[in-house]
C-alpha cells in the first residue's frame, strides 16, 4: 500500500511538473501575444495618422483643383475679352482706312474741281 501511495504521489508530481512545464509554455506565448498586440496597436496608430495625412492632403489638393479650375475660368473670360477687344480694335482699324480712302477722294475731287473751275 505504502508503494501504491508512493506511486500515486510521484504520478500526482509528475502530473504537477508537467502541468508547471506547459503554464509556463503558455505564459511565454502569452507575453509574445502581448508583444504581437502591441506591436500591432503601434502599427495600427501610426496607419491612423498617415490616413489623416492623406485625407489632408486630398483636401489640399481638391483646393487646389477648385482654385485651378476658377483660374482657368478667370484665364479664359480674360481670353474672350481679349479676342472682342482685338476685333473691335480691327473694326476700328478697317473704319479709319475706309475714312482715309474717303478723305483722299475728296481732295481728289477738290483738285479737279479746283482745275477745273480754273
Given at each position: 500500500m505504502e508503494e501504491r501511495c508512493t506511486h500515486e504521489?510521484?504520478?500526482r508530481d509528475a502530473a504537477i511538473?508537467?502541468?508547471k512545464a506547459e503554464n509556463e509554455r503558455l505564459e511565454g506565448e502569452k507575453g509574445g501575444l502581448a508583444n504581437s498586440l502591441a506591436a500591432l496597436r503601434l502599427s495600427l496608430a501610426e496607419k491612423e495618422?498617415?490616413?489623416e495625412a492623406l485625407r489632408a492632403d486630398l483636401m489640399k489638393a481638391r483646393d487646389v483643383g477648385a482654385l485651378s479650375a476658377e483660374q482657368a475660368r478667370k484665364a479664359n473670360d480674360l481670353a474672350e475679352g481679349?479676342?472682342?477687344e482685338l476685333a473691335s480694335e480691327k473694326?476700328?482699324?478697317?473704319a479709319l482706312e475706309q475714312l482715309s480712302l474717303a478723305s483722299r477722294r475728296l481732295d481728289s475731287v477738290k483738285g479737279v474741281l479746283a482745275a477745273t473751275i480754273a
Open positions: 504521489v510521484l504520478d511538473e508537467a502541468l495618422q498617415e490616413k481679349l479676342r472682342r473694326e476700328s482699324a478697317a
